[in-house]
């Protein structure tokens, strides 16, 4: 059956630099196996399909796909999919548009050129146990002292997140992903004061799921933005680099109102047309 499709570059400071989801917008009648199958042969970090939404308070469903197994939520699939089905001719019912997914619903806004999701609550908070810690910390090639923090900040994904001294020290990470097994780690670090200068750098590995390293992840920045902003270590309004390490350049824009905290960024529709499935 002939489906109406989109890969789509989320998070992008420039023409494909950012991370593509691939967008199944008429995914009604799809198996989970085909959804699976599909998944593996697009290859990418996810891929997500488009259906007809179960809550009457939401626009549409979303199920979102790794290589290696199905997400209850992930960040720039959230973006990447709202893009593609407003290009298909969705129209949001009220002031956000609003996606069921895995975690419940989702509410996602226009920020000027932007589209921006309201970061969900984190269901795992608090520091990470020390023997995990150390484990991480040895898995990734560091020693304790470069690791300021480490903290719990699931959102649906299971992430594990290592605040280091500095965003240098996060480029210079080179992971043994096998030793990281099936955890799901981010890593964050601070860059210096600068008027042109992201305030942090961040990267996010993932080898259980099938994804050594995802180029930009809009779930470990909101569970970032939310730990940060509790703590007190991240101001209201920045934006924070990822992706430099594959060589992409990945920005994603952080806005805290008070009483939601978005994660934004710019999505561009690169491949349109259709698939079969």
Same mark, same amino acid.
């Given at each position: 059956m002939s489906r109406r499709f989109a890969q789509v570059d989320v998070f992008a400071s420039e023409p494909i630099s950012g991370n593509p989801v691939a967008v199944v917008v008429d995914a009604d009648g799809i198996t989970d196996e085909q959804m699976a199958a599909f998944a593996r042969w697009t290859?990418? @970090?996810?891929?997500?399909?488009?259906?007809?939404?179960? &809550?009457? $308070? %939401?626009?549409?469903?979303?199920?979102?796909?790794?290589? =290696?197994?199905?997400?209850?939520?992930?960040g720039h699939p959230t973006l990447g999919s709202a893009s593609a089905w407003l290009q298909a001719g969705g129209t949001a019912a009220g002031e956000h548009i609003v996606q069921e997914c895995g975690i419940g619903l989702v509410r996602i806004r226009r920020d000027g050129a932007r589209l921006a999701f309201a970061a969900p609550p984190l269901t795992r908070t608090g520091p990470v146990e020390d023997a995990t810690r150390a484990?991480?910390?040895?898995?990734?090639?560091?020693?304790?002292?470069?690791?300021?923090?480490?903290e719990w900040v699931v959102?649906?994904?299971?992430?594990?997140?290592?605040?280091?001294? @500095?965003?240098?020290?996060?480029?210079?990470?080179?992971? &043994?992903? $096998? %030793?990281?097994?099936?955890?799901?780690?981010?890593?964050? =670090?601070?860059?210096?004061?600068?008027?042109?200068?992201?305030?942090?750098e961040v990267r996010a590995f993932a080898p259980g799921v099938g994804v050594n390293e995802d180029p930009v992840t809009g779930s470990l920045n909101a569970g970032l933005a939310v730990w940060l902003r509790r703590a007190g270590l991240a101001p209201d309004s920045y934006v924070?680099?990822?992706?430099?390490?594959?060589?992409?350049?990945?920005?994603?824009?952080?806005?805290?109102?008070g009483a939601d905290i978005w994660i934004g960024g710019l999505s561009a529709t690169v491949i349109a047309g259709t698939v079969e499935l």
């Open positions: 290859n990418l @970090s996810e891929t997500t399909f488009v259906l007809p939404a179960t &809550d009457p $308070a %939401a626009d549409y469903r979303l199920r979102i796909w790794t290589p =290696g197994g199905e997400l209850p939520f992930a484990e991480v910390i040895a898995a990734i090639g560091l020693h304790g002292e470069q690791v300021l923090d480490a959102n649906g994904p299971q992430w594990m997140a290592l605040r280091l001294d @500095s965003a240098q020290r996060v480029l210079d990470v080179r992971p &043994d992903f $096998a %030793a990281l097994g099936d955890r799901e780690v981010g890593l964050v =670090g601070a860059y210096p004061d600068g008027p042109d200068t992201p305030a942090f924070a680099a990822q992706g430099s390490a594959l060589r992409r350049a990945g920005r994603i824009h952080v806005l805290d109102d």
